[in-house]
């Protein structure tokens, strides 16, 4: 049960909020590194990490201070000027990704917004698509946000009905089926716009070799390969992009979440110069992109991640994890599956009764669609932190398998 305090948040949530969320009944007050504390002082450990925006932990004093010293210098110019530190993110995202060039964006859905923009501009200026025919690929059960666009794509009954009517111009395949993705693609396509793993589906990985031939039919028919790496990218999957598991290398790709260090939405489309390069002054933008706090915010999240070498802690204890938990005997639990820090522990009934199980033992994950729990808890965790979790994650499936 809630204590008085923070029953009486919720009943304002619940009273002045718009209920587009069911979020689990804990008020966090506060958060440190791996751990959060609710308004009463209990302390849980994040095992979501705000949907992999907080790869870095909550609160690293390091990108803190950094954003603490930019607020005193200038936070927002607009694009109309420039500002001294969106070039040095532009060379750094140049740096550690090698791709050409970069744009800024807030939001994960307003980059690929803008990917969908120059993918498009780029059929029609570069590859020569008659004008309004382009077409773009996408996967079923993808998830890749929330505008009317977007949703336009998406195969999930729930977050389409009402929002109609949708934009055209996209068309779906079967998620890891090479051949459904050869036998859709015509000279309109413009692009191939996938997750190398998708997430919000519940962590599915596709099978090997998948993202290769996709690249390599993308590369044979002059289509872009677009990977949304919002939720996979910069160290989730074990790696800097999910897409180096399959030693590829796109044309686009579009990051967000911890670009931000948990501090502040910052999104952008990295790619080739040909590619963002079919931007021009006025075509596109955005007020708060690229804005200096954002920049120096970015900078800072990037340099931890890479510092602290957090890719490889996600590597190394995502394998431990992974391994922990199916070691686990429950008739119950179906498959556990996943790569690095990011893992679908898949049960064959429902999810939410073990999420809240888990958050009276101390532990904050959700459920994603019905029957899978995500574990993607920060990569500053620690193998002493995982133990930790594993006994009362343990003793919850037990004591739920006798019910
Ligand atoms: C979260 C997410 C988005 C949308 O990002 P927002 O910041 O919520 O708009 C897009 N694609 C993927 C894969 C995501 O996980």
Not at 50 to 70: F, R, W
Request: contains cysteine.
């Amino acid at each position: 049960m809630p204590s008085s305090r923070s029953a009486k948040l919720i009943a304002l949530e619940e009273a002045y909020g718009a209920h587009n969320y069911h979020p689990l009944d804990v008020v966090v007050r506060k958060a440190k590194g791996a751990w959060v504390w609710d308004v009463d002082g209990r302390k849980y450990l994040d095992c979501l990490a705000a949907y992999s925006a907080v790869n870095q932990g909550h609160c690293h004093p390091k990108i803190m201070k950094a954003m603490q010293a930019q607020l005193k210098n200038v936070t927002l110019t607009s694009r109309a000027f420039r500002n001294d530190q969106l070039p040095l993110l532009y060379k750094k995202l140049h740096d550690l990704t090698g791709f050409d060039m970069s744009l800024p964006m807030n939001s994960g859905a307003e980059a690929v917004e803008t990917a969908v923009k120059a993918a498009r501009k780029w059929g029609y200026k570069v590859k020569g698509i008659p004008d309004g025919q382009a077409e773009i690929i996408c996967a079923a059960d993808n998830f890749h946000g929330r505008t009317t666009t977007i949703v336009s794509f998406s195969t999930d009954a729930q977050y389409r009905d009402g929002f109609g009517p949708f934009t055209p111009g996209f068309r779906i395949v079967k998620y890891g089926d090479i051949d459904a993705l050869r036998n859709s693609i015509t000279p309109n396509t413009a692009a191939f716009l996938v997750e190398p793993i998708q997430g919000e589906a519940g962590i599915i990985v596709p099978p090997e070799g998948y993202l290769r031939e996709a690249a390599r039919l993308c590369k044979e028919n002059n289509v872009l390969l677009i990977v949304d790496e919002i939720q996979s990218g910069l160290g989730r999957s074990g790696k800097l992009f999910a897409y180096q598991l399959e030693g590829i290398t796109p044309d686009a790709v579009i990051i967000g979440k911890a670009l931000g260090g948990g501090y502040y939405p910052i999104s952008a489309v990295l790619a080739r110069k040909d590619v963002l390069g079919v931007f021009h002054p006025g075509d596109h933008g955005s007020t708060f992109g690229g804005n200096p706090l954002a920049a120096a915010t970015a900078l800072a999240a990037l340099d931890v991640l890479v510092k602290e070498k957090l890719i490889d802690k996600s590597r190394n204890l995502g394998d431990y994890f992974i391994k922990r938990l199916r070691a686990i005997k429950s008739p119950h639990v179906k498959e556990v599956r996943g790569k690095g820090l990011w893992i679908g522990f898949v049960l064959d009934t429902k999810a939410r009764p073990y999420c809240e199980a888990l958050m009276k033992e101390g532990i904050l994950c959700k459920e994603t669609h019905e029957n899978v729990i995500r574990f993607a808890p920060p990569l500053v965790i620690t193998k002493k932190e995982i133990d930790w979790a594993m006994t009362r994650i343990e003793k919850v499936v037990q004591r739920l398998d006798m019910q």
